[in-house]
């Protein structure tokens, strides 16, 4: 398995990913990243923004099995979000997410302070690995959120 930047050809191949990911979740409602419109383009989309990017992480066929983002937050200045961190059932299990985040945050820390993130209380896997690599629970969502039907808000400084 290796990661590599988002290319065109992955976008039908993430989009699909996160939308079983999500389904699987009983997730696939308005709120989530399953009716984001920019879901089935994400290359294009991660390239025409300032300080952002999406990588896919592709095994040995070069098939895409999962992905991650970092783009800005809103109009917070020096805060930027982790996005759409998914991983394919067949691959899950093998510490692929941390590699993913890793790669995100280390993008990150070149051009924010701080990174955000939402997420589920139900995602369980999920919301361990995020406090394992540093990130803090919030009270309540940074103003700007556009995922409404999230119910678990991190922040992680960047230093």
Not at 72 to 94: D, M, R, T
Not at 113 to 138: I, P, R
Request: net charge negative.
């Amino acid at each position: 398995m290796r990661i590599r930047e988002i290319e065109e050809k992955d976008n039908g191949l993430i989009e699909n990913i996160i939308k079983r990911s999500l389904e699987s979740f009983g997730l696939a409602i308005p709120g989530t990243a399953y009716f984001d419109p920019q879901l089935g383009s994400l290359a294009q989309f991660y390239k025409q923004q300032p300080n952002a990017n999406y990588w896919v992480l592709v095994d040995d066929n070069d098939h895409v099995v999962g992905g991650v983002g970092i783009a800005p937050f809103g109009q917070q200045s020096g805060v930027c979000e982790l996005q759409k961190l998914y991983i394919a059932p067949n691959a899950q299990g093998g510490g692929h997410s941390k590699k993913l985040m890793e790669t995100a945050l280390d993008f990150a820390q070149q051009h924010y302070a701080y990174c955000y993130l939402e997420t589920m209380n139900k995602l369980e896997v999920a919301n361990s690995l995020y406090t394992k690599v540093g990130f803090q629970l919030l009270d309540e969502p940074l103003d700007g959120s556009e995922h409404s039907t999230m119910d678990a808000w991190y922040m992680k400084e960047l230093a």
